[in-house]
């Protein structure tokens, strides 16, 4: 069965005659705004989150900024500190690792399995604006003193029904996503041989279709409470207490659980060979989504061990074991199955795998904290040691869709990005998200408080860990900027990339750069997990 939507001919290109330059530019943007090519839009999203990235990072650097010195305000407005932070977060999860994951997928994964195009090509088109514009409400929102603490009540239900529109725009291109994979395969491809890309994509959209309607049915909760009668959850001071869960750990998993397939795909092709314990990869990426259970759930499963008896204490060591152990077990199993993959033969470093596998590190540097975190004697619940793990998770995030840019951008764009470049800023990238996580971590040993920049002390250079947390942010923006840069100008004027430049397995690198409007002239047949792979010479004892 597929589900393709019927593709609408592309405008037709502006007379000479006519508007000219100003008539093409608009036909352009219509051409974008409309499309149903999923290769256009997921260079939406991933444009996008990029964007906002830069922009989530400086309001962390100035979050940061604010907490070094403890005993006044410098730059920031009291008031506006618990709206600076929601913003900072939902941006950051909502705004950045959602949909940078969810753009590339949208990207790719149809070019992966053989398919002519995705699935309801205009949902997919429709989620991305209703999420872009439930990202622009969100922000409007806290910006006229709305959104967790606000002081505008009209703000703050705006702000409750800009985060409903989000959700919902990622929910409808994470049906589109699915039914794509599930549907659309080319002859010959079950589940079993998708390519890793594809199938994180599976489970990992899974995960979101579990999670996000609970983030709307929550929303509009706390939005009929505090719209009539703010008796229930706490008005505008209560949001954060019912929704945080969908901005923290481990939520956040589930958010950056299609990259994990973004770190197995190129570091596989980077090995040179067929992975032979690829079954493993697959199971690791389906463990990592067991997330979406904690998040379903709207708990966090932690551990107290206070005046508990033998029994009670292995009651709370299941579900925290299930709940806390499981995603980073699952994660671990990808690395490992990656550098495996690379130990294989004569493996080639390729520039895209260090943004990427640098990437999934700090994602198990942030699911090992948060392990530790709900880990009731070490005392850290209410501290900033949190907020280290979700800016590992969330950077870790942003870095692995930087590699996956980079690795599947001449696919995009026919051109690629500087190898040098690459390697550049996927090392600043990670040195900022350490920077911008680590010293939180000693800081929430120290018990500093979460969510304050003002009003504490402790023990130990406490300006030290949030000016070096500020530059960590700092860092991350320069990234960012610096490879919206380089991208834009590599994918318009750079070296041109053929059509295999990698030398890859999979199907998409089996057509021209950048891929045609409609994908494949006809649908291939596939007969191993490495289509392409078995095409070329002595493709069989790879």
Do not use: C
């Not at 593709?7 to 330059?21: Q, R």
Request: hydrophobic share 50%.
């Amino acid at each position: 069965m597929t589900t393709f939507d019927t593709h609408v001919a592309a405008p037709a290109a502006a007379s000479s005659s006519g508007a000219g330059a100003l008539g093409a530019f608009v036909v352009g943007i219509g051409s974008w705004a409309t499309t149903t090519d999923h290769k256009k839009i997921g260079r939406l999203f991933i444009g996008t989150a990029l964007v906002l990235a830069a922009a989530a990072a400086v309001v962390g650097a100035f979050l940061g900024f604010e907490r070094i010195s403890a005993s006044g305000y410098s730059i920031l407005d009291l008031d506006s500190i618990e709206q600076l932070n929601a913003l900072y977060r939902v941006v950051l999860a909502f705004g950045v690792a959602l949909p940078l994951m969810l753009g590339v997928a949208i990207a790719i994964v149809p070019l992966q399995i053989g398919s002519k195009a995705i699935s309801f090509g205009r949902v997919a088109l429709f989620g991305f604006w209703m999420w872009f514009a439930g990202l622009g409400v969100i922000v409007y929102s806290i910006a006229a003193n709305g959104g967790p603490g606000g002081g505008n009540a009209k703000m703050v239900d705006l702000f409750l029904i800009g985060v409903v529109v989000t959700a919902a725009g990622g929910l409808a291109a994470t049906v589109s996503l699915v039914t794509t994979v599930l549907t659309s395969r080319a002859p010959g491809m079950d589940l079993s041989r998708v390519p890793m890309l594809s199938w994180a994509s599976l489970t990992g959209g899974v995960a979101l279709l579990l999670t996000l309607p609970v983030v709307i049915g929550t929303t509009i909760y706390l939005y009929v409470d505090h719209h009539y009668g703010r008796l229930a959850f706490g008005a505008n001071k209560g949001i954060n207490d019912w929704l945080g869960w969908s901005l923290t750990q481990p939520q956040t998993y589930v958010f950056g659980a299609i990259g994990v397939g973004v770190v197995a795909e190129i570091a596989t092709v980077a090995g040179g060979r067929r992975h032979p314990l690829r079954a493993v990869l697959l199971v690791g990426a389906g463990v990592l989504t067991v997330a979406a259970l904690g998040g379903a759930t709207q708990v966090q499963h932690s551990i107290t061990w206070t005046d508990s008896s033998g029994s009670d204490k292995v009651k709370e060591l299941i579900p925290f074991l299930i709940f806390n152990g499981l995603p980073l077990l699952g994660a671990l199993i990808v690395l490992a199955g990656s550098a495996f993959a690379l130990a294989q033969g004569k493996p080639r470093i390729l520039a895209p795998l260090v943004p990427a596998f640098l990437g999934l590190g700090m994602m198990l540097a942030g699911m090992a904290g948060h392990l530790v975190g709900q880990f009731g004697p070490a005392g850290l619940a209410g501290t900033v040691f949190e907020e280290g793990e979700f800016n590992y998770v969330v950077y870790g995030t942003l870095l692995i869709g930087i590699g996956a840019v980079a690795y599947w951008g001449p696919k995009l764009w026919g051109r690629s990005l500087p190898q040098s470049a690459v390697f550049g800023l996927g090392t600043l990238g990670f040195l900022g998200t350490v920077l911008a996580s680590l010293p939180l971590y000693v800081a929430g040993f120290a018990d500093q408080p979460a969510g304050v920049v003002d009003g504490f002390t402790y023990g130990g250079p406490q300006e030290l860990w949030n000016a070096l947390a500020a530059i960590g942010h700092a860092l991350i923006a320069l990234t960012v900027i610096l490879f919206i840069l380089t991208a834009l100008r590599a994918f318009r004027s750079g070296e041109a990339a053929g059509d295999d430049p990698w030398d890859a397995q999979t199907l998409e690198w089996s057509v021209s750069s950048p891929a045609p409007a409609d994908n494949f002239a006809s649908v291939p047949v596939v007969a191993s997990a490495e289509p392409l792979l078995d095409l070329k010479p002595a493709g069989s004892e790879k």
